[in-house]
């Protein structure tokens, strides 16, 4: 499960072409991507729980993001970018397959929103660049060299922000379900993963505290038979976790 790549500073080139030639058919829901499709839904419940929470928002509003500016670090083709816009975002996705960046950009134009999107490194951001939300989903576990890239995150983001990531745990759990089944039976592509580079939620915690942030939230992705993907207690397979500053 990846969103995309990073960062031509932290991520192995070979990632960053593994993802540039899943392009074309990110946006097919049956395609190479069908499992960020599943994911989405419980990403962005949780998404919305943490932005309410945080800002104090009104639950039943459709706009929850108005007048704040959204990153999404490993946009990919704007699978998470365009919701974010739709909930009243000013949107930047950054992605480092160029590949990437057309496909986003192109059907963002065809669903008539307007999101910045960029080919390159958080570490690239103008002088000065700051967002209320950061999210970086299914991305880290792909980052050659951690540290800089999570400081990177921290540097972007502003100083009552909010920042999301989501990764897989490096647990048995994850090794059977996404290497051994997923990637095993063609659910996932083969050679997306590398089990060894999994975080668990004490190793993430760790780097973003020596980033200067302070994890507030941790939630499990769990799967089942009935509901497909949801948010749960478990972080046995998957984990989203919210930091703030300070």
Request: proline content about 5%; charged content about 20%; hydrophobic content about 45%.
């Amino acid at each position: 499960m990846s969103s995309a790549t990073v960062t031509t500073d932290t991520i192995d080139p070979r990632e960053a072409a593994h993802f540039g030639r899943m392009a074309a058919d990110w946006w097919d829901p049956k395609g190479s991507s069908a499992m960020l499709h599943k994911l989405n839904p419980p990403r962005l419940a949780y998404i919305r729980e943490r932005v309410d929470a945080h800002w104090g928002g009104d639950p039943d509003s459709f706009t929850p993001l108005a007048g704040r500016c959204a990153l999404d670090v490993g946009c990919g083709a704007g699978l998470l970018c365009e919701p974010l816009a739709r909930l009243g975002a000013m949107v930047t996705g950054i992605d480092a397959a160029p590949e990437n960046i057309v496909i986003a950009d192109q059907h963002a134009r065809r669903s008539g929103l307007t999101i910045d999107y960029r080919a390159g490194s958080v570490a690239a951001l103008g002088a000065g660049e700051r967002f209320g939300l950061v999210t970086c989903l299914e991305v880290i576990e792909h980052v050659v060299d951690r540290a800089p890239f999570v400081r990177g995150l921290a540097d972007a983001l502003a100083d009552d922000g909010l920042l999301i990531l989501s990764t897989p745990n490096r647990t048995a759990t994850s090794r059977l379900a996404m290497i051994a089944v997923a990637e095993g039976t063609g659910m996932i592509k083969r050679g997306t993963h590398d089990w060894q580079r999994f975080l668990t939620p004490e190793e993430l915690t760790a780097l973003l505290a020596a980033a200067g942030l302070t994890v507030i939230d941790v939630r499990g992705l769990v799967l089942s038979p009935a509901k497909g993907f949801a948010l749960g207690q478990s972080t046995a397979l998957d984990y989203l976790i919210t930091a703030v500053r300070g």
